[in-house]
T-cell receptor, first 119, second 116 residues
Framework: GAVVSQHPSWVICKSGTSVKIECRSL??????MFWYRQFPKQSLMLMAT?????????EQGVEKDKFLINHASLTLSTLTVTSAHPEDSSFYIC???????????????FGAGSRLTVL | GENVEQHPSTLSVQEGDSAVIKCTYS??????FPWYKQELGKRPQLIID?????GEKKDQRIAVTLNKTAKHFSLHITETQPEDSAVYFC???????????????FGAGTRLAVHP
């Protein structure tokens, strides 16, 4: 089946530094990847849609200059948290679609997630 | 904006009993409704999904029903087992992106505990 690899699985950084998280589709090409944020015991909040070869589409309230998304290839999307602050501490999860299925449908495969702690 | 409501937030059942989780969605154009299971510290895993042209789908002990008129869908787990204990998220597709891929909006989650 489809596999999505996400790295790092956890990272601790100092306030003011930037952190990059990678999301790779290992055995399929993903023209579209999604980035979610999950707070403890809460749901997955969609942050942005990452499209290969074009700019990401951000959800309302998500700062695009804060969360930089790059989808440079059909198998790799990166999320960079710039000038991280403690309130950015969270669990970030990427997901990708194989594109198979009926038009208008999305079968998502999730990465394992990255737990970011900003000191 | 579009949203998905999920109930209950927690559910505790005895092993062997059935569990039902319900979700409602607001976007009448939603046409894809997956359910994900997330165990502690792990990634969400798709367990079953249903599309708007179907009213019910079953996979062994798991079934999902969809009522498009009322805009709600439910997850049914029968003969629950301790390993079913996890957080379950419903989701609904919204919007439209080129290529026919839709965004998914998730419910708040239901923490299911199955007691031996």
């Amino acid at each position: 089946g489809a596999v999505v690899s996400q790295h790092p699985s956890w990272v601790i950084c100092k306030s003011g530094t930037s952190v990059k998280i990678e999301c790779r589709s290992l055995d399929f090409q993903a023209t579209t990847m999604f980035w979610y944020r999950q707070f403890p015991k809460q749901s997955l909040m969609l942050m942005a849609t990452s499209n290969e070869g074009s700019k990401a589409t951000y959800e309302q309230g998500v700062e695009k200059d804060k969360f930089l998304i790059n989808h440079a290839s059909l198998t790799l999307s990166t999320l960079t948290v710039t000038s991280a602050h403690p309130e950015d501490s969270s669990f970030y999860i990427c997901s990708a679609t194989t594109g198979q299925g009926l038009p208008g449908a999305n079968v998502l495969t999730f990465g394992a997630g990255s737990r970011l702690t900003v000191l | 904006g579009e949203n998905v409501e999920q109930h209950p937030s927690t559910l505790s059942v005895q092993e062997g009993d059935s569990a039902v989780i319900k979700c409602t969605y607001s976007d009448s154009a939603s046409n894809y409704f997956p359910w994900y299971k997330q165990e502690l510290g792990k990634r969400p895993q798709l367990i079953i999904d249903i599309r708007s042209n179907v009213g019910e789908k079953k996979d062994q002990r798991i079934a999902v029903t969809l009522n498009k008129t009322a805009k709600h869908f439910s997850l049914h787990i029968t003969e629950t087992q301790p390993e079913d204990s996890a957080v379950y998220f419903c989701a609904a597709s919204i919007g439209s992106i080129s290529g026919g891929y839709n965004k998914l909006i998730f419910g708040a989650g239901t923490r299911l505990a199955v007691h031996p």
